[in-house]
T-cell receptor, first 114, second 116 residues
């Protein structure tokens, strides 16, 4: 069974600094997709970034980038120039090819200090 | 705004009762997914419908059922409610089936269910 582990229940970062959130997953598949979702206090789930396993290049979306290590089954999220609005729960998610459900990690609560 | 709508926003009901949660997917999306998020937990996949047909089932209780209608909106029915069913219920939609693309899922704002 595929599982997603986020080992950091809480993280804190100073405004304008950089923070990295960790995620590992367990799978025997070679084709799959990985996602980071942000859930602010409004509880809305917002897609931050996605990565296709077949792509070697790490995905980047503005201040958000990932470090995808396929062999290590690791998928960390780096947030640069942190802003107060980045404060939220961050969920790592996995979905394998030809499968319809996503598996989510337990989440990391990110606090941004002014 | 993801384009996915869910009603109601909040629902308070008593144990043993039955409720229906409603979801309208983004325009053009054929797949609808339901997730349950208990307090401070990750999301648990419940069920998926594609163009009116059930396509995948996750950890959905027998007391729960869902359907997708010809206009593609979906309803999640929860019956014989227990205190432990209190949670945030999310609906998500995507254009098609998994596998044809790395279709991410777009989430609605959720329905908060409180069972007292």
């Amino acid at each position: 069974a595929q599982t997603v582990t986020q080992s950091q229940p809480e993280m804190s970062v100073q405004e304008a600094e950089t923070v990295t959130l960790s995620c590992t997953y367990d799978t025997s598949e070679s084709d799959y997709y990985l996602f980071w979702y942000k859930q602010p206090p409004s509880r809305q789930m917002i897609l931050v970034i996605r990565q296709e396993a077949y792509k070697q290049q790490n995905a980047t979306e503005n201040r958000f980038s990932v470090n995808f290590q396929k062999a290590a089954k690791s998928f960390s999220l780096k947030i640069s120039d942190s802003q107060l609005g980045d404060a939220a729960m961050y969920f790592c998610a996995y979905r394998r090819e030809n499968n319809n459900d996503m598996r989510f990690g337990a989440g990391t609560r990110l606090t941004v200090k002014p | 705004d993801s384009g996915v709508t869910q009603t109601p926003k909040h629902l308070i009901t008593a144990t043993g009762q039955r409720v229906t949660l409603r979801c309208s997917p983004r325009s053009g999306d054929l797949s609808v997914y339901w997730y349950q998020q208990s307090l401070d937990q990750g999301l648990q996949f419940l069920i998926q419908y594609y163009n009116g047909e059930e396509r995948a089932k996750g950890n959905i209780l027998e007391r729960f059922s869902a359907q997708q209608f010809p206009d593609l909106h979906s309803e999640l029915n929860l019956s014989s409610l227990e205190l432990g069913d209190s949670a945030l219920y999310f609906c998500a939609s995507s254009p098609g089936l998994a596998g044809s693309s790395s279709y991410e899922q777009y989430f609605g704002p959720g329905t908060r269910l409180t069972v007292t």
